[in-house]
């Protein structure tokens, strides 16, 4: 049992061996001591149903994962510079799901490091060292990637190779914009940021983009401007880098978040998912590209790509394909799209529900016509749902857009659940 | 059975799937398939005595570190937002292996993960820019930490924020210097260092070193260097970081390298051995410093101190406390030592025996009075010895000295089969 006392005691504890600072979920935080499938155990006994974890991708604790981890682990664990079959069988494996441009991986440990590696890629292959980035975004903690994230000033300040443009947001469009003016609105700004790194003398290295601008609400992008953003980046000498590390591994009900544009990207990176909580990522590319790049440079990862990432990695490939994960995101999360949208004419809150496969936002809004955000709101609900054993979180540029993200083997029944709790709490906020 | 052909097959299929240019060992790559204790198994059945792998350090496999995994990872893996037990419990033992003064501990996945983060901390608290590094060394893969990568150039050159120091080289020692004169003509070039950066008006935010100064082929620091370069490097405002990556977790027959110097580093980096082959990484420091660097910046790691990570973490501790690894590195390794020496005397070709704990350094020269190093011959005793059935390689400023670094429950029996085998090869090179 968890009382109130053991939190307390809990959280000075991770203080004082932890400092402040580390960012703890809710008002009250959670203690958590068991996981399985959807379900989450406190350790007062309490069952969460998460609607928020996206990297144990497969469900907690997977039976299959944990019997590839433990099976390997207790055979062989080196790195990458003895032979060793599993880091071919899994590429093979991996690469077999991208367009035959994206034919050669690199493995590193973390998202951050696969975005750290491939900035170098792009820049080693262009000449050029200028990227631009949205400007309500994150793409990890490396110093290098750390100037990317809009979303928090990085130590020392932004260098002068990085450029930020306004993320493609339809909801909130400009001057009440729509479709292909729209698209043409936010490629001005693309336009801008390549002619002002060409005014610095700066040569673009690329464009970074999570496929669906996920850390910045998830907007409805406006059609075409994926494609002619991309366009613009490659004119100018630059590559298209896609951040796949929330997007991908089915997430969107797609295997990738680039599908949904159309635009395969020149340099992708994985993550989160990808070893379903087991630290493994990857730099996926054209095999031009990544050996000019090592040509360059020498990079070694000593766990990436060992015998049990890559096993743990292939057990949550084949638990995707073999349990009809994608297919099931896209249609477990066409349903609750629906449901969702019928809370938005329940609730004048509601200002925009968004989402792809089982990826959402709602956008809490004070008034529905000035779509004013209402960040206190998307506060409180996300606490009360916490109280009634749903775990979900918020994002957005106004921190009101409610983030909701279950692993991928979310049912319709837990959507029932889901959707009648935010319903009540909704109601009350 | 693994034959050659087999092993081409898997080279050109590497090849394919992941590029040319990741680096294999050996002229006969080893294609292994199981690991118990100090032993590798490869796919022909062949076995291998493991003097290289410092990441295994409790050995190949052990029951107990797989058994903390597989019950963690069977049971829960999230992240650190919410609460959970086992990253208080792992960081309390580990803290408690240090200097009262290194009171808290930022986890991540890799050792590259961690200095690039050190880095920060260092900048933040400093208000600097300026490092200084060896110039034979290096210290990670992210984009900045490769700028202190001296043995391979990063890409876009280094920046102004570096200076390399030569290495405290007591072997190759200039104009024949020893003792305190010695360490006096290498403090010479870190007040040198310090001054370049001061003219340039670039603050210092830092020295980063190995302890043990492993890549650069493992020197006997001359006396006084240490605490001289350090109290030169505080006296300018910087922080002494200090990469117990190789250096740590009993590898030197202490539990951290700095001991040796009785210099306590301000911030301190651990990684490789830390989870046994699981990716796990921190950064120790007082906590003035890590909680002063996170009111700058949001620094939240997905993987980094997850419960699994931690289990595996603690069992790692734990084993090494009772298997009384610490003391077996010094036991054993000073024995080692000793027969390496006697080998000195017997082959001309070895001009110098370095190590400390189970971490040794063979230097092999072409002329015992001229110390004209002899890289061919260290890779023909490091490719004999593979097919000899023993795992080893080579380092240093000049790839002519023998790196070995066994599991730390390496016995003498080992060493005797080692040693002979040694022996053998080096009476034929």
Redesign the interface.
Known sequence: MTSQMN?DA??E??ER?????????YDE???????EGVW?YGADGKQYLDCY?N??CVG??H?RV?EA??KQ?????????????N??DY??LL?AKFDDSLD???F??????AN??A??IA??NSGG?GFICTNSTYHG????V?QLSSI?????GYGKNVRMVPWPDSYRAPDGLSGETLADFYIKEVRAAIASFQADGIKLAGIVLCPIFANEGLPNVPAGYMSKAIELVRAAGGYYIADEVQSGFGRTGEWWGHAASGVVPDILTL??PMG?????SGVVAN?AL??H??????????????P??CAVGQAVVEVIDSEGLVANAKDVGSYVLEKFTELKVKHEMIGDVRGSGLFFGIDLVKVRDSKEPAPEAAGYVVNKMRDSGILMSKIGEHDNVLKLRPPLCFSKENADLLVSTLDEHLAAA
Do not use: W
């Open positions: 939190i809990l959280v504890r991770r061996l932890l400092g402040p600072g580390n960012p703890l979920f935080p959670v203690h958590l001591v068991r996981g989450l974890n990297v144990p907690h604790c039976p944990v981890l433990c682990a207790a055979t062989l664990n080196t790195h990458t510079r003895y032979l060793h079959e880091i071919l590429a093979e690469l050669r991986i690199a590193a440990c973390t998202g951050s490091e750290d590696l900035m170098r820049r080693t060292e903690n490396t110093a290098a750390a928090f000033e990085p130590i020392g993550g989160k379903a909580g087991h630290p493994i095999g990544l050996d790049y090592r040509q360059q440079e020498m990079y070694f990862n000593t766990f990436g790509g060992n049990v990432s």
